[in-house]
C-alpha cells in the first residue's frame, strides 16, 4: 500500500537531517586530528566549531521570510546543494582559515533546513499527529549524530581513513540527497502564501529564551566530549566517539515518546518535566569518573535538546498562522543557533584558561534553571489566555 504523501514527506525529511547532522558532528570526532595536522590550541578548535554556527544563524530570519513569501521548496533545495558543495570544499581545505571558510558556507547553507522543512511539514501533516510526526523528523538529528561520530570514529581511528575523506564522502552523500529532494517534494507541497508579520513576539520570548538556554547544553556536550573523553578520560578516538554516540542513541525513542505525550498530555506538562532532568545530566557529565560521565550522556539522551526541541517547534505550530510559521521558526531557531555559536567557542574558552571543562558543563548545567522559569512563565500566560 502506497505511503500518504506526508508519511513519505517526514521519512525524506527525517534522512535530510541524518545527512546534515552526519556531517555536523564528524568534526568533534575530527577536532584532535586537526588540532595535530594544524597544531591548533582548544581556543582555536572553538572558533573553527563555532564559524559554522555564525553563518548558520544568520540565514535563519532571511530563510524565514523567504520561505513565508515565495515557497519553502527552492529555499530547502538550494540550501541543501550548497552544503554539500561546501562539505566537499572543506575535505581539500589546504589549512584551517580555508576550512573554517567552507565550513562558514556549509553553515549559511544548512541554515535554510530548519525553517523550509518545518514549514513543509507543518502544512502536510494532519494536526492531530503532528507533534508525534515532528518528534520523529527530529530523531533524524539524532540519527545523524549516531552516524556522524561513529562512522567517523571507526574510519578515522579503526580503519585509518584520512579524515579529508571523511568529510569527502559526507558532502557528496548531501550533493546526493539534494538531487533527490528536488525530484520527491512536490512543487505544490505548500500553498504560497502572502507575507504576514512575525517575530519574538509571535513566539513569544519566552519559548525563544528556552531555545537558546537549552540549545546552548546540547552544544556544550557534542562540540566536545569526543575531545574531553580522548584528552581526560584516556579513551581513544574511536571510543570517545562512541560513548558520545549515547546521547542520539537514546534521544530516538525518547524523543518520540516525547512527542505521542505532548499530543496526549499537553506541550508544556512534558517541557516542564523535561528540562530539570536534562540540567541533572549536565551535572553528572561534569563529576569525576567515566562511569558519572557516561550516566550523564544517556540521561542527556533521554531528556535534553534533541527531546525537547520538537515539542517546542509543535508548540510554535499551534500557535501560529501558517503564513507566519517559516517566520516563526526561524525566530525559534535562531535563538537556538545562537547558543551553537557560543557554546563550542566559550566552552573552549573556560578550559583553556581553566584547564578543565568543568566550569563550560556546570554553566550549561546552571542554563536548564532560567530555562524552566521561562517555561512556567509560558505555560501560565496561555493559561490564563484559557489554553493550555
Known amino acids: ?46 572558533l573553527i566549531s563555532s564559524a559554522f554556527f555564525l553563518t548558520y544563524t544568520l540565514a535563519q530570519l532571511p530563510s524565514g521570510i523567504l ?15 550548497v552544503q ?12 584551517p582559515g580555508a576550512f573554517g571558510a567552507w565550513r562558514a558556507v556549509s553553515g549559511l547553507g544548512q541554515g535554510t533546513y530548519y525553517v ?37 570514529a571507526s574510519l578515522v581511528y ?51 529564551a528556552a531555545a537558546f538556554l537549552t540549545m546552548y547544553g546540547l552544544y556544550t556536550l557534542l562540540s566536545w566530549t569526543p575531545y574531553y573523553l580522548h584528552q581526560v578520560h584516556g579513551l ?29 498530555y499537553g506541550r508544556y506538562p512534558v517541557l516542564l518535566a523535561l528540562l530539570p532532568v536534562g540540567g ?25 535538546k534533541l527531546v525537547v526541541d520538537p515539542i517546542l517547534v509543535a508548540t510554535v505550530t499551534d500557535t501560529v498562522a501558517p503564513a507566519a510559521r517559516g517566520r516563526a521558526f526561524a525566530v525559534l531557531n535562531l535563538a537556538s543557533s545562537a547558543a551553537a555559536v557560543a557554546a563550542p567557542a566559550l566552552t573552549g574558552w573556560l578550559a583553556e584558561v581553566t584547564g578543565s571543562f568543568v566550569p563550560g558543563l556546570m554553566l550549561a548545567a546552571m542554563f536548564h534553571v532560567p530555562a524552566w522559569v521561562c517555561l512556567s ?12
Not at 12 to 35: D, I, K, S
Not at 245 to 264: C, E
Request: aromatic fraction near 8%.
Open 158 to 208: 579503526a580503519r585509518g581513513w584520512h579524515w579529508r575523506a571523511v568529510l569527502g564522502l559526507l558532502g557528496a552523500t548531501g550533493v546526493i540527497l539534494a538531487a533527490l529532494m528536488a525530484v520527491l517534494v512536490r512543487p505544490g507541497s505548500l500553498p504560497r502564501l502572502p507575507a504576514a508579520p512575525a517575530g519574538p513576539a509571535k513566539v513569544g520570548w519566552p519559548l525563544t
Open 67 to 81: 520561505s513565508d513569501r515565495w515557497s519553502p521548496r527552492p529555499l530547502l533545495l538550494a540550501g541543501y546543494a
Open 236 to 264: 581513544c578516538g574511536r571510543d570517545a566517539g562512541m560513548w558520545t554516540a549515547i546521547i542520539p542513541a537514546l534521544a530516538i525513542p525518547g524523543g518520540v515518546a516525547a512527542g505521542w505525550a505532548s499530543d496526549r
Open 1 to 46: 500500500m502506497k505511503l500518504p504523501y506526508y508519511l513519505r514527506l517526514c521519512i525524506l525529511l527525517f534522512f535530510g537531517w541524518v545527512v546534515l547532522y552526519a556531517g555536523r558532528t564528524a568534526l568533534p570526532v575530527l577536532l584532535p586530528a586537526l588540532a595535530r595536522e594544524w597544531r591548533l590550541d582548544r581556543a582555536q578548535l572553538g
Open 280 to 304: 541533572l545530566a549536565l551535572l553528572l557529565a561534569a563529576l569525576p569518573g567515566l562511569p558519572a560521565v557516561v550516566a550523564g550522556l544517556a540521561l542527556y539522551g533521554v531528556a535534553g
Open 84 to 95: 554539500g558543495t561546501a562539505g566537499l570544499g572543506a575535505a581539500w581545505a589546504a589549512g
Open 377 to 388: 512563565y509560558a505555560r501560565n500566560s496561555h493559561l490564563r489566555q484559557g489554553t493550555q
Open 116 to 152: 523550509t522543512q518545518y514549514a513543509l511539514a507543518a502544512g502536510a501533516v494532519p494536526e492531530g499527529r503532528r507533534g508525534a510526526l515532528l518528534a520523529f523528523i527530529n530523531t533524524g538529528m539524532a540519527a545523524g549524530t549516531i552516524v556522524g561520530l561513529m562512522l567517523t
